[in-house]
């Protein structure tokens, strides 16, 4: 990263410091929304199946804490990729106006909105670990992360496209009803068929369920297919915000 | 009063200017009644609550309705404050411009309910059609008024989102039929709304205690939704 980036990285993030509702917004919502579905889940018996094909007996109550981690770093990052780059698109027109080539203006957004995003995934893994322990935390961090990085760009070009009310609407209920209901082991018979393969949260949730009950690894396809959505969504996003500065 | 109407309708054309929001706003509602009316029974059992069948559905539509309200109702006061203080100093009058603004939210409430209830009826019948129409639009009035509020404190679109998203969720999970967690879901705005709708849901009728009860509430936050519309269009002294 160049001075002028390094410069614009910098106000970004102090920009966000001097909001310190969002900063007990992004540890608060997490904090409650998984301890708490943690609380009054049932711990009713519930058999899933598992990338690969195996099937396990588990609970609700495991599942419904392990599903809120990708449901509220999904929604979250979301509505940050939304409002960070939306909000600084006048700003960044100017950026580019003062000299700034659209890439430099553009990486500064992107620094802040993953960074809010690790954020939220910190507080969403602690609050998480308080209840629930996944088998193997390193599927499990993965498909989280995929998960918020995905809806992150996914907010990022709703706001470029359809503006800030128009977004809020959508990320308001896209993360809900793809992690929520369609990828939600809780539901159907917890391996997800047909048109939910199609939705962005497949990948990243067959990759943390799959962490989150199982020792082995047997998700490669779906987070081949994460990481393809993560590369599709980030060029896009590049594009549009590059046109729409111009 | 022809003016006030009038003035309405320009912020009504405001907010709907965008096609593209406008097939979200009905899209959106219509699309998670219809995903999650397969679900919610489940959920509810999940969550140890008794809500199940055509109720738990009937729950989604006032869900899908208050959420989306609860924006709507955010961004028409956060999005508008300089503007109305203007129109008001230019000759219009804080009151004329509030009463403009709950008569745009109105209508947009109705037509977000519209678009639930049609859903509903689509995905999963509904046995006391009327009942359940007015429990959905409860709802999102109800959360107009909260979404309002909420824009009246909180400046920011990010903060202001997450905060009405936070109130909406406890109020959901907490509610009669999910979890009813003790002393909390007592309190929540949408509690009596979801009674009703849950009776409507199963072909029941609902107390004339419940009737009294989710009227004064729509009032009472459409009251503080005008109270706060008022406040915000107040032109401020030097």
Same mark, same amino acid.
Not at chain 1, 165 to 173: D, S
Not at chain 2, 73 to 84: K, L, M, N, P, V
């Given at each position: 990263? &160049?001075?002028?980036?390094?410069?614009?990285?910098?106000?970004?993030?102090?920009?966000?410091?001097? =909001?310190?509702?969002?900063?007990?917004?992004?540890?608060?919502?997490?904090?409650?929304?998984?301890?708490?579905?943690?609380?009054?889940?049932?711990? &009713?018996?519930?058999?899933?199946?598992?990338?690969? +094909?195996?099937?396990?007996?588990?609970?609700? =109550?495991?599942?419904?804490?392990?599903?809120?981690?990708?449901?509220?770093?999904?929604?979250?990052a979301g509505l940050i990729g939304l409002f960070v780059v939306q909000s600084a698109l006048e700003t960044d027109r100017r950026l580019v106006l003062a000299g700034y080539s659209p890439g430099e203006a553009i990486a500064p957004r992107?620094?802040?909105?993953?960074?809010?995003?690790?954020?939220?995934?910190?507080?969403?893994?602690?609050?998480?670990?308080?209840?629930?322990?996944?088998?193997?935390?390193?599927?499990?961090?993965?498909? &989280?992360?995929?998960?918020?990085?995905?809806? +992150?760009?996914?907010?990022?070009?709703?706001?470029?496209?359809?503006?800030?009310?128009?977004?809020?609407?959508?990320? $308001?209920?896209?993360?809900?009803?793809?992690?929520?209901?369609?990828? &939600?082991?809780?539901?159907?018979?917890?391996?997800?068929?047909?048109?939910?393969?199609?939705?962005?949260?497949?990948?990243?949730? =067959?990759?943390?369920?799959?962490?989150?009950?199982?020792? +082995? $690894?047997?998700?490669?396809?779906?987070?081949?297919?994460?990481?393809?959505?993560?590369?599709?969504?980030?060029?896009?996003?590049?594009?549009?915000?590059?046109?729409?500065? =111009? | 009063?022809?003016?006030?109407?009038?003035?309405?309708?320009?912020?009504?054309?405001?907010?709907?200017?965008?096609?593209?929001?406008?097939?979200?706003?009905?899209?959106?509602?219509?699309?998670?009644?219809?995903?999650?009316?397969?679900?919610?029974?489940?959920?509810?059992?999940?969550?140890?609550?008794?809500?199940?069948?055509?109720?738990?559905?009937?729950?989604?539509?006032?869900?899908?309705?208050?959420?989306?309200?609860?924006?709507?109702?955010?961004?028409?006061?956060?999005?508008s404050r300089e503007a109305d203080r203007r129109l008001a100093l230019a000759g219009m009058g804080a009151s004329r411009v509030a009463v403009g603004r709950i008569f745009a939210s109105v209508v947009l409430g109705v037509l977000i309910?519209?678009?639930?209830?049609?859903?509903?009826?689509?995905?999963?019948?509904?046995?006391?059609?009327?009942?359940?129409?007015?429990?959905?639009?409860?709802?999102?009035?109800?959360?107009?008024?909260?979404?309002?509020?909420?824009?009246?404190?909180?400046?920011?679109?990010?903060?202001?989102?997450?905060?009405?998203?936070?109130?909406?969720?406890?109020?959901?999970?907490?509610?009669?039929?999910?979890?009813?967690?003790?002393?909390?879901?007592?309190?929540?705005?949408?509690?009596?709304?979801?009674?009703?709708?849950?009776?409507?849901?199963?072909?029941?009728?609902?107390?004339?205690?419940?009737?009294?009860?989710?009227?004064?509430?729509?009032?009472?936050?459409?009251?503080?939704?005008?109270?706060?519309?008022?406040?915000?269009?107040?032109?401020?002294?030097?």
């Amino acid at each position: 990263m &160049n001075g002028r980036a390094a410069i614009a990285t910098r106000m970004g993030f102090r920009e966000q410091l001097r =909001r310190p509702l969002l900063l007990v917004l992004l540890v608060a919502v997490p904090f409650l929304f998984i301890s708490w579905s943690f609380a009054i889940t049932e711990p &009713n018996p519930r058999l899933i199946t598992l990338p690969g +094909g195996e099937q396990i007996l588990t609970t609700m =109550r495991e599942i419904h804490g392990a599903i809120m981690v990708p449901i509220t770093v999904g929604f979250l990052a979301g509505l940050i990729g939304l409002f960070v780059v939306q909000s600084a698109l006048e700003t960044d027109r100017r950026l580019v106006l003062a000299g700034y080539s659209p890439g430099e203006a553009i990486a500064p957004r992107l620094a802040v909105m993953v960074s809010a995003t690790l954020i939220v995934l910190a507080v969403s893994f602690a609050v998480t670990a308080i209840d629930y322990i996944p088998e193997s935390w390193g599927p499990f961090v993965v498909g &989280n992360l995929l998960a918020g990085l995905i809806y +992150g760009l996914i907010g990022a070009i709703a706001g470029a496209l359809v503006g800030r009310l128009g977004g809020a609407y959508l990320m $308001f209920f896209l993360p809900m009803l793809d992690i929520g209901v369609a990828q &939600n082991p809780m539901f159907f018979d917890g391996d997800p068929q047909g048109w939910a393969t199609l939705l962005p949260g497949y990948g990243p949730t =067959r990759v943390l369920i799959d962490g989150a009950f199982s020792q +082995g $690894f047997e998700a490669t396809g779906p987070l081949l297919v994460a990481l393809l959505w993560l590369a599709a969504l980030s060029v896009a996003v590049v594009v549009l915000l590059r046109r729409s500065l =111009r | 009063m022809s003016a006030i109407a009038l003035s309405g309708a320009d912020f009504l054309r405001e907010h709907l200017r965008a096609r593209l929001t406008l097939v979200l706003l009905i899209v959106i509602p219509a699309l998670f009644v219809l995903a999650s009316a397969s679900v919610l029974g489940e959920f509810a059992s999940a969550l140890g609550g008794s809500v199940a069948g055509d109720s738990a559905s009937a729950l989604g539509a006032g869900w899908a309705a208050a959420f989306l309200a609860g924006a709507l109702g955010f961004f028409q006061i956060s999005s508008s404050r300089e503007a109305d203080r203007r129109l008001a100093l230019a000759g219009m009058g804080a009151s004329r411009v509030a009463v403009g603004r709950i008569f745009a939210s109105v209508v947009l409430g109705v037509l977000i309910s519209v678009v639930a209830f049609l859903a509903l009826l689509l995905s999963a019948g509904i046995a006391h059609p009327a009942h359940t129409f007015v429990a959905i639009l409860i709802f999102s009035l109800t959360y107009i008024g909260i979404g309002t509020l909420v824009g009246s404190f909180v400046s920011g679109a990010l903060e202001g989102s997450l905060t009405v998203a936070f109130i909406f969720l406890i109020d959901a999970f907490s509610g009669p039929g999910m979890s009813d967690s003790g002393g909390i879901a007592q309190v929540m705005p949408t509690r009596k709304a979801a009674d009703v709708l849950i009776d409507a849901g199963a072909g029941m009728g609902s107390p004339v205690s419940d009737w009294i009860a989710v009227g004064l509430i729509t009032l009472g936050a459409l009251a503080l939704a005008a109270t706060a519309f008022w406040l915000s269009a107040r032109p401020r002294s030097a």
